[in-house]
């Protein structure tokens, strides 16, 4: 086995029972936090910074952060969220059958503890969450699995952030599990095999003769874990990392733990049925620090393309890998939350601004007295203080809008405002 090249550790210190250690952890995480903070409120966010902190020992930490850590690596804005999901597509789409299966069976994925009314109304949160994505995006396809990424989502940051993150994650991270086949996650499971050839050779030679193939990894990839894991601390460590990192990063993942877990494998009978069995089953006290750490190390000495190359896996188009770069990039120019939080409250005081505006010149169409027509006069085009303005102004015919007011279109609108208030040309 090749003897993986190390980077200098700059997480924490680990805990050794020494006062002295304690302090030094403490101190490590408040600069942490400190340094966290600090890429959070830069303009542009420093993204860097916190992909670094949430691949780095102990993550992000705590839920608080998280929720203003996740939205930045995925590029949703905070204060630009989607409304609540409706339930007006729920029983009429074609997967709520299954949805609502998979909802019921993920009891396990909720707090031990929790009450059952509480349960409940997040299993329907988390079924109009996933239901809203797939009626959104009508090239994705449901699969079994899906909601274990959703219901990590909707613990940690709540419905409305769950749905926007969910719907980016769909249609990035995990766009390669949603095509109509298998084919696409076929494709990143073989990744595995060339992983394990370049660092154990020993290893893959064995697995190759059990004929195990790489079907074990698939839960782990497709659920980033979620579904194989019990304590959901460590599928919360396990989501900052993948989120700030590569599609192809829980692959790299499986790869560490099938490394670590060697001597094993080995020993067990070369067997397909044994040795599935054996990998199938993720011990729970792995060190997922450790394991993340030579993950990172991993793709940097064996990155997509080398192994794409050896493995021939080129000849398969992945929507994850060829759209990532683009979507890495769109989330260097963001603006820190204090920056949208203010230009979110302008852009709602200039509508309503705007609104008041539209109303004073659909009511109060003119304030002075207007001379009633007489018995068999037909009222002219002009006398209602608007539509006759509007001809003279633009000239031709006007259409009456269904508002009355000769407002027939957008457009006709803005002239309006044109005419009686000029300085509100551009805010239509």
């Known amino acids: 086995m090749k003897k993986l090249k190390r980077k200098k550790e700059t997480a924490g210190v680990g805990l050794n029972g020494t006062g002295s250690v304690t302090r030094e952890t403490n101190c490590g995480r408040k600069q942490k ?28 930490l705590t839920n ?31 997967d709520y059958n299954q949805v ?24 329907e949160q988390l079924t109009d969450i996933i239901l809203e994505v797939l009626k959104c995006n009508p090239q994705l396809h449901y699969y079994q699995g899906y909601h274990d990424v959703a219901v990590t989502l909707l ?11 969910l719907d980016t994650l769909s249609n990035h991270h995990l766009r390669d599990f949603m095509d109509p086949t298998m084919d696409s996650t076929k494709h990143i499971l073989n990744y595995l095999m060339p992983i394990l050839e370049q660092v154990d050779r020993e290893l893959h030679d064995f697995m190759i003769r059990s004929e195990v193939g790489t079907i074990f990894a698939l839960s782990w990839l497709i659920t980033w874990y979620g ?14 990392f993948f989120l700030a990192s590569h599609p192809l990063m829980p692959i790299y993942l499986a790869a560490t733990i099938v ?21 199938s089953h993720i011990p729970q006290d792995l060190p997922y620090q450790l394991l993340i750490g030579r993950a990172e190390d991993l793709f940097q000495q064996y990155p997509p393309p080398l192994l794409a190359k050896r ?3 080129q000849s398969h188009k992945s929507l994850s890998i060829s759209t990532f770069q683009a979507f890495q990039l769109s989330t260097l120019h963001q603006r820190p939350n204090s920056v949208l939080q203010r230009l979110t409250k302008e852009r709602v005081s200039n509508s309503r601004h705007a609104n008041i505006i539209l109303s004073t010149l659909r009511s109060g169409r003119s304030s002075a007295p207007r001379p009633r027509p007489a018995v068999g006069e037909r009222r002219q085009d002009g006398e209602d203080g608007s539509v006759g303005a ?24 803005a002239t309006v405002l044109t005419w009686r208030w000029g300085m509100w040309t551009d805010a239509w």
């Open 33 to 60: 936090l400190a340094e966290i903070h600090q890429a959070l409120f830069s303009d542009p966010v420093d993204i860097e910074t916190l992909r670094r902190a949430a691949a780095s020992k102990g993550g992000l």
């Open 64 to 94: 608080d952060v998280r929720r203003k850590v996740w939205p930045k690596l995925l590029n949703v804005n905070v204060y630009d969220l989607p409304p609540k999901p409706g339930r007006d597509v729920r029983e009429s789409h074609k």
């Open 100 to 123: 609502v299966l998979d909802v019921r069976r993920s009891m396990k994925r909720f707090p031990k503890g929790m009450a059952a009314t509480q349960r409940a109304v997040l299993q």
């Open 155 to 165: 613990l940690v940051v709540g419905e409305r952030m769950a749905l926007a993150m």
């Open 227 to 240: 579904h194989v894991l019990s304590d959901f601390k460590h599928t919360m460590r396990l989501y900052d």
């Open 259 to 279: 490394l670590h877990r060697e001597e094993e494998v080995k020993k067990t009978e070369c067997d397909m049925a044994m040795v599935h069995h054996l990998l």
């Open 311 to 313: 493995a021939t896996l």
């Open 390 to 413: 509007l001809r003279h102004a633009r000239g031709g015919r006007v259409r009456r809008g269904s508002d009355g007011l000769g407002l027939g279109t957008r457009g006709v609108t």
